[in-house]
């Protein structure tokens, strides 16, 4: 079955700098790659997702990126604020029965 | 409100006690989840449901069991709770018949088994 794993699992980055979180999947038939963000007491959330017939999308501070040939997407955040500081999650699925299967999450510290 | 609410937010039980944690959605959604999260270890998936009548285990469904007999309810059952599943717990919900794949989660409920 489909294996998610996700890298790091801490992060600590300076307020105005980028980060970048990376996940890795094993099904080559995986075709939707989601990324949720939960705060601290709240619920995940989605923040951004891409399908596998495109290789990038943004939305505005936000990126991910995909290598469906080395199986591995990431995250991108740029200039980050404190409001960044979350954990965050990569998923994968595939049409066929849109099962997630989720990587172990990213605790991101913005230090100000 | 479009939502996904789940009931209770807070239990605290003994081993053995049956207990039913109630999740319903309001946005006609098709498919349903439930899922627990442990420090360390991310959300893993107990049960899903792709429509009325129609459940499938997830990674983790040993020691509990789900119905859905109307679109909106997806509860979870834990027939004899044991310590190992104390947990924080969340339902999700998708529509995953328009071909979009965003889940909708529940504000969660943390459950406690002594």
């Known amino acids: 079955g489909e294996n998610v794993e996700q890298h790091p699992s801490t992060l600590s980055v300076q307020e105005g700098d980028s980060a970048v979180i990376k996940c890795t999947y094993s099904?080559?038939?995986?075709?939707?790659f989601p990324w949720y963000k939960q705060e601290l007491g709240k619920r995940p959330q989605l923040i951004i997702d891409?399908?596998?017939n495109v290789g990038e999308k943004k939305d505005q501070r936000i990126a991910v990126t995909l290598n469906k040939t080395a199986k591995h997407f990431s995250l991108h955040i740029t200039e980050t604020q404190p409001e960044d500081s979350a954990v965050y999650f990569c998923?994968?699925?595939?049409?066929?029965?849109?099962?997630?299967?989720w990587g172990a999450g990213t605790k991101l510290i913005i230090k100000p | 409100e479009a939502q996904v609410t789940q009931n209770p937010r807070y239990l605290i039980t003994v081993t053995g006690k049956k207990l039913t944690v109630t999740c319903s959605q309001n946005?006609?959604?098709?498919?349903m989840s439930w899922y627990r999260q442990d420090p360390g270890l991310g959300l893993r998936q107990i049960y899903y449901?792709?429509?009325?009548?129609?459940?499938d285990k997830g990674d983790v469904p040993e020691g509990y069991k789900v119905s859905r007999k109307e679109k909106r309810n997806f509860p979870l059952i834990l027939e004899s709770p044991s310590p190992n599943q104390t947990s924080l717990y969340f339902c999700?919900?998708?529509?995953?018949?328009?071909?979009?794949?965003?889940?909708?989660f529940g504000p969660g409920t943390r459950l406690t088994v002594l």
């Open positions: 449901s792709m429509n009325v009548e129609v459940t």
């Open positions: 891409i399908r596998s």
């Open positions: 998923a994968a699925s595939k049409t066929s029965n849109y099962q997630l299967i």
């Open positions: 099904d080559s038939a995986s075709n939707y």
């Open positions: 946005m006609n959604h098709e498919y």
């Open positions: 999700a919900s998708s529509p995953s018949s328009q071909g979009r794949n965003e889940q909708f």
